[in-house]
Protein backbone atom coordinates (compact mmCIF):
# COMPACT_ATOMS: atom_id res chain seq x y z
CA UNK A 1 0.00 0.00 0.00
CA UNK A 2 0.90 3.43 -0.82
CA UNK A 3 1.45 6.04 2.31
CA UNK A 4 -1.95 7.99 0.77
CA UNK A 5 -4.05 4.74 1.18
CA UNK A 6 -2.63 4.04 4.86
CA UNK A 7 -3.25 6.98 5.90
CA UNK A 8 -6.68 6.78 4.54
CA UNK A 9 -6.81 3.53 6.19
CA UNK A 10 -5.33 5.05 9.24
CA UNK A 11 -8.37 7.40 9.58
CA UNK A 12 -10.80 4.53 8.81
CA UNK A 13 -9.51 2.17 11.38
CA UNK A 14 -8.08 4.29 14.47
CA UNK A 15 -12.01 5.27 16.13
CA UNK A 16 -12.68 1.53 16.10
CA UNK A 17 -9.25 0.53 17.29
CA UNK A 18 -9.28 3.23 19.77
CA UNK A 19 -12.73 1.68 21.36
CA UNK A 20 -11.53 -1.68 21.08
CA UNK A 21 -8.41 -1.00 23.07
CA UNK A 22 -10.50 0.85 25.70
CA UNK A 23 -12.58 -2.53 26.31
CA UNK A 24 -9.63 -3.90 26.44
CA UNK A 25 -8.40 -1.81 28.83
CA UNK A 26 -11.57 -2.28 30.43
CA UNK A 27 -11.63 -6.41 31.23
CA UNK A 28 -7.78 -6.29 32.06
CA UNK A 29 -7.70 -3.63 35.17
CA UNK A 30 -11.36 -4.51 36.11
CA UNK A 31 -10.07 -8.12 36.21
CA UNK A 32 -7.04 -7.36 38.20
CA UNK A 33 -8.88 -5.39 40.60
CA UNK A 34 -11.50 -8.03 41.40
CA UNK A 35 -8.98 -11.09 40.74
CA UNK A 36 -6.28 -9.64 43.25
CA UNK A 37 -8.47 -9.82 46.41
CA UNK A 38 -9.67 -12.73 45.67
CA UNK A 39 -6.31 -14.04 45.11
CA UNK A 40 -5.41 -12.84 48.56
CA UNK A 41 -8.40 -14.52 50.03
CA UNK A 42 -7.25 -18.24 48.27
CA UNK A 43 -3.74 -17.51 49.64
CA UNK A 44 -4.55 -16.88 52.98
CA UNK A 45 -6.63 -20.10 53.14
CA UNK A 46 -4.36 -21.61 51.84
CA UNK A 47 -1.28 -20.79 53.47
CA UNK A 48 -3.30 -20.75 56.96
CA UNK A 49 -4.29 -24.32 55.56
CA UNK A 50 -8.21 -23.60 56.79
CA UNK A 51 -10.14 -27.09 57.12
CA UNK A 52 -11.95 -28.09 54.43
CA UNK A 53 -11.65 -24.57 52.60
CA UNK A 54 -8.14 -25.39 51.95
CA UNK A 55 -9.39 -28.47 49.55
CA UNK A 56 -11.68 -26.78 48.29
CA UNK A 57 -9.21 -23.66 46.96
CA UNK A 58 -6.55 -26.40 45.85
CA UNK A 59 -9.44 -27.85 43.66
CA UNK A 60 -10.63 -24.49 42.24
CA UNK A 61 -7.18 -23.14 41.50
CA UNK A 62 -6.64 -26.43 39.93
CA UNK A 63 -9.06 -26.22 37.42
CA UNK A 64 -8.79 -23.16 36.68
CA UNK A 65 -5.12 -23.56 35.87
CA UNK A 66 -5.92 -26.66 34.07
CA UNK A 67 -8.60 -25.50 31.44
CA UNK A 68 -8.30 -23.12 28.50
CA UNK A 69 -9.26 -19.94 29.12
CA UNK A 70 -11.60 -19.98 26.42
CA UNK A 71 -13.72 -23.03 27.59
CA UNK A 72 -13.90 -21.02 30.80
CA UNK A 73 -15.58 -18.26 28.78
CA UNK A 74 -17.70 -20.85 26.65
CA UNK A 75 -19.07 -22.13 30.12
CA UNK A 76 -19.69 -18.71 32.20
CA UNK A 77 -21.18 -17.06 29.29
CA UNK A 78 -22.91 -20.23 27.28
CA UNK A 79 -23.25 -22.87 30.05
CA UNK A 80 -24.73 -21.10 33.11
CA UNK A 81 -27.55 -19.51 31.45
CA UNK A 82 -28.76 -23.24 31.45
CA UNK A 83 -28.92 -23.66 35.15
CA UNK A 84 -31.10 -19.93 35.13
CA UNK A 85 -27.51 -17.88 35.85
CA UNK A 86 -27.17 -15.47 32.89
CA UNK A 87 -24.83 -12.21 32.05
CA UNK A 88 -24.33 -9.69 29.86
CA UNK A 89 -20.84 -10.07 27.54
CA UNK A 90 -19.19 -7.20 29.54
CA UNK A 91 -20.01 -8.91 33.40
CA UNK A 92 -19.26 -12.68 32.08
CA UNK A 93 -15.73 -11.64 30.11
CA UNK A 94 -14.86 -9.89 33.14
CA UNK A 95 -15.77 -12.41 35.99
CA UNK A 96 -14.28 -15.39 33.55
CA UNK A 97 -10.82 -13.42 33.53
CA UNK A 98 -11.22 -12.36 37.76
CA UNK A 99 -11.66 -15.98 38.28
CA UNK A 100 -8.79 -17.12 35.88
CA UNK A 101 -6.07 -14.39 36.98
CA UNK A 102 -6.89 -15.07 40.76
CA UNK A 103 -6.33 -18.19 40.70
CA UNK A 104 -2.91 -18.06 38.65
CA UNK A 105 -1.79 -14.81 40.99
CA UNK A 106 -2.80 -16.67 44.75
CA UNK A 107 0.19 -19.36 43.45
CA UNK A 108 2.24 -16.16 42.62
CA UNK A 109 1.78 -15.01 46.41
CA UNK A 110 1.44 -18.87 47.91
CA UNK A 111 5.07 -19.07 45.97
CA UNK A 112 6.45 -15.80 47.52
CA UNK A 113 5.31 -16.41 50.76
CA UNK A 114 7.06 -19.23 50.76
CA UNK A 115 10.17 -17.63 50.01
CA UNK A 116 10.44 -15.79 52.75
CA UNK A 117 12.41 -17.41 55.34
CA UNK A 118 11.26 -19.67 58.26
CA UNK A 119 13.08 -17.72 60.40
CA UNK A 120 10.98 -14.74 60.03
CA UNK A 121 7.47 -16.97 60.86
CA UNK A 122 9.89 -17.73 63.92
CA UNK A 123 10.33 -14.26 65.18
CA UNK A 124 6.67 -13.04 64.81
CA UNK A 125 6.27 -16.16 66.89
CA UNK A 126 8.67 -15.09 69.78
CA UNK A 127 6.67 -11.24 69.35
CA UNK A 128 3.62 -13.21 70.30
CA UNK A 129 2.20 -12.39 67.15
CA UNK A 130 -0.35 -15.23 66.14
CA UNK A 131 0.20 -17.25 62.84
CA UNK A 132 -2.67 -14.49 60.70
CA UNK A 133 -0.50 -11.79 62.74
CA UNK A 134 2.92 -12.79 61.44
CA UNK A 135 1.21 -13.14 58.00
CA UNK A 136 0.17 -9.76 57.69
CA UNK A 137 2.60 -7.69 59.45
CA UNK A 138 6.15 -9.24 59.04
CA UNK A 139 5.65 -11.99 56.32
CA UNK A 140 3.00 -10.38 54.08
CA UNK A 141 5.26 -7.12 53.07
CA UNK A 142 7.88 -9.07 52.38
CA UNK A 143 6.01 -11.52 50.51
CA UNK A 144 4.57 -8.94 48.25
CA UNK A 145 7.82 -6.93 47.08
CA UNK A 146 9.07 -10.89 46.12
CA UNK A 147 6.03 -11.14 44.05
CA UNK A 148 5.49 -7.83 41.83
CA UNK A 149 7.29 -8.90 39.31
CA UNK A 150 4.92 -11.87 39.08
CA UNK A 151 1.90 -9.99 39.58
CA UNK A 152 2.81 -7.95 36.62
CA UNK A 153 3.34 -10.05 34.29
CA UNK A 154 0.09 -12.01 35.31
CA UNK A 155 -1.75 -8.71 34.12
CA UNK A 156 0.44 -7.93 30.86
CA UNK A 157 -1.04 -11.84 30.04
CA UNK A 158 -4.50 -10.37 30.86
CA UNK A 159 -4.48 -7.85 28.47
CA UNK A 160 -3.24 -10.02 25.69
CA UNK A 161 -5.85 -13.14 27.07
CA UNK A 162 -8.62 -10.29 26.49
CA UNK A 163 -8.46 -11.30 23.14
CA UNK A 164 -10.59 -14.63 23.69
CA UNK A 165 -13.71 -12.65 24.68
CA UNK A 166 -14.14 -11.44 21.51
CA UNK A 167 -16.25 -14.98 21.07
CA UNK A 168 -18.80 -13.24 23.14
CA UNK A 169 -19.66 -10.44 20.84
CA UNK A 170 -17.36 -7.73 22.81
CA UNK A 171 -16.10 -5.43 20.60
CA UNK A 172 -12.25 -5.77 22.21
CA UNK A 173 -9.32 -4.75 20.33
CA UNK A 174 -9.10 -7.88 18.64
CA UNK A 175 -12.94 -8.29 17.67
CA UNK A 176 -12.78 -4.51 16.81
CA UNK A 177 -9.67 -5.08 14.11
CA UNK A 178 -11.96 -8.05 12.12
CA UNK A 179 -14.44 -5.55 11.59
CA UNK A 180 -12.60 -3.62 10.58
CA UNK A 181 -10.76 -5.80 7.96
CA UNK A 182 -14.14 -7.19 6.86
CA UNK A 183 -14.86 -3.85 5.45
CA UNK A 184 -11.46 -3.01 4.21
CA UNK A 185 -9.99 -6.05 3.12
CA UNK A 186 -6.76 -5.01 4.24
CA UNK A 187 -5.54 -7.72 6.89
CA UNK A 188 -1.97 -6.90 7.35
CA UNK A 189 -1.98 -3.66 7.88
CA UNK A 190 -4.51 -3.52 10.92
CA UNK A 191 -3.29 -7.18 12.36
CA UNK A 192 -0.09 -5.18 12.39
CA UNK A 193 -1.90 -1.69 14.32
CA UNK A 194 -3.31 -4.73 16.60
CA UNK A 195 0.07 -6.01 17.64
CA UNK A 196 1.45 -2.94 18.04
CA UNK A 197 -0.97 -1.13 20.69
CA UNK A 198 -0.96 -4.65 22.47
CA UNK A 199 2.76 -4.07 22.82
CA UNK A 200 2.63 -0.27 23.37
CA UNK A 201 0.17 -1.77 26.37
CA UNK A 202 2.25 -4.27 27.46
CA UNK A 203 5.14 -1.98 27.75
CA UNK A 204 3.22 0.83 29.69
CA UNK A 205 2.66 -1.94 32.01
CA UNK A 206 6.31 -2.90 32.16
CA UNK A 207 7.34 0.56 33.32
CA UNK A 208 4.63 0.78 35.96
CA UNK A 209 6.34 -2.44 37.21
CA UNK A 210 9.61 -1.10 37.40
CA UNK A 211 8.32 1.90 39.37
CA UNK A 212 6.66 0.04 41.86
CA UNK A 213 9.45 -2.53 41.85
CA UNK A 214 11.92 0.50 42.72
CA UNK A 215 9.48 1.90 45.29
CA UNK A 216 9.11 -1.40 47.48
CA UNK A 217 12.80 -2.27 46.93
CA UNK A 218 13.34 -1.35 50.66
CA UNK A 219 11.01 -0.99 53.86
CA UNK A 220 9.37 2.60 54.07
Same mark, same amino acid.
Given at each position: ? $?????????????????????? =??????? /???????????????? %??????? $?? %???????????????????????? @??S?????? *????????? =??? %? /????????????? /???????????????????? @?????? *? #????????? @?S???????K $???L??V?????????????????? #? *?? *?????? /?????????????? #????????????
Amino acid at each position: M $DLPSLLSLAELAWPVLLKGTGY =TLLFAVM /AMIFGLPLAAVITLVR %VLKLPVL $DR %VMAVYVSAMRGTPLLVQVFIVYYG @LPSIGIEFS *PLVAGVLTL =TLN %V /AAYMSETLRGSIA /AVAQGQWLAGTSLGLSRPQT @LRFVVG *P #QALRAAVPS @LSNSLISLIK $DTSLVSVIAVTELMLATKEVISTTF #Q *PF *PLYVAA /ALIYWVLSFAFEQV #QKWMEKRLAYPH
